[in-house]
């Protein structure tokens, strides 16, 4: 009995976590800012497509290039403090994106880095909810409008830099939306993931019968949405940029076909898969781009024009 009641205890967090992003209830806070690591930002703010207000940072280079960075969840624009006890169950270390804004940064790219909603220090949005991507694309065209309407940023070159979450929402934002993508050059998805295998590998772990039908009606009766919804393999196939996927080949929280099916799924011929190898941890991979910059500035320098 201990143990089933263990086994709900943990299937009841990891709902919660799906649908409002948050971790024991809490968003992560943006416990980090530009300035440790020695550069320059402006606090920004902006308005979602839908109105919902989105809190960012502005990091300034010299040069005409554009970094776009959508996070993913549970965390935010700085990363994720699971370095701290209250937030320690997705691994036990910090994320940080700062070393790799250090690193574009140093590499002559300017930095919009943003919250998506219901996360960080962003407003809420649809109730709190979370849709892994079909809501949240409204931000993900929010930060294209911004970076548009700014005078410094409007004629800039511009990337994506889209992670996990934030990659499943360019790709919902690219299909519903494509003409707001015309300035895009060059895009890096790292970690897209469809919540299906997400899901089974979770349960399966946790030893619970019908477990993936127990937490797709949990998703839905809280969202709204089905767990078969939740997957960017159909969005993508309007993605028209050069793309390199990046993830974790042994993460213990997917499987390595999904990633496989998302690539594949990509209709560019100028298209690359890099496997992280080394670690069975997600969020290992989070920060796998500020030890290994060159793997994402060596992508955008070759397509930017």
């Not at 694309?137 to 005078?151: E, F, K, T």
């Not at 890096?188 to 899901?199: E, K, N």
Request: with cysteine; hydrophobic share 40%; glycine share 10%.
């Amino acid at each position: 009995m201990a143990e089933d009641h263990k086994a709900q205890a943990a299937f009841d967090d990891f709902v919660q976590l799906w649908t409002t992003g948050t971790t024991a209830g809490r968003r992560a806070p943006v416990l980090r800012r530009p300035d440790e690591v020695g550069l320059e930002y402006e606090d920004v703010f902006f308005p979602s497509m839908d109105g919902v207000p989105l809190e960012g940072w502005f990091i300034p280079a010299d040069s005409d290039k554009l970094v776009i960075h959508n996070h993913f969840l549970p965390g935010n624009r700085y990363g994720y403090p699971g370095h701290l006890p209250e937030f320690s169950g997705l691994g036990g270390f910090e994320v940080s994106f700062l070393p790799e804004y250090r690193a574009l940064h140093d590499a002559g790219y300017n930095v919009l880095a943003y919250d998506i909603r219901n996360h960080g220090m962003s407003g809420q949005g649809n109730g709190g909810i979370t849709g892994i991507g079909l809501r949240e694309y409204r931000d993900v065209i929010g930060s294209l409008r911004y970076a548009a309407s700014r005078p410094d940023t409007r004629s800039m070159r511009k990337v994506l830099l889209s992670v996990c979450l934030g990659a499943d929402s360019t790709a919902v934002a690219w299909s519903t939306h494509p003409e707001e993508f015309s300035e895009i050059q060059a895009m890096v998805m790292l970690q897209p993931v469809s919540a299906r295998p997400v899901i089974e590998e979770f349960v399966k772990g946790i030893g619970m019968a019908d477990g993936f039908a127990k937490f797709d009606k949990a998703v839905h009766e809280r969202t709204g949405f089905h767990l078969d919804e939740q997957s960017p393999i159909e969005h993508v196939k309007a993605v028209t940029v050069p793309t390199l996927v990046a993830q974790v080949h042994d993460d213990t929280m997917t499987r390595p076909e999904d990633v496989q099916s998302i690539y594949d799924a990509l209709p560019v011929a100028d298209k690359d898969l890099h496997w992280i190898r080394g670690t069975d941890q997600r969020f290992r991979g989070y920060n796998y781009f500020g030890e290994h910059p060159e793997v994402l500035i060596n992508w955008f320098d070759k397509h930017l024009q």
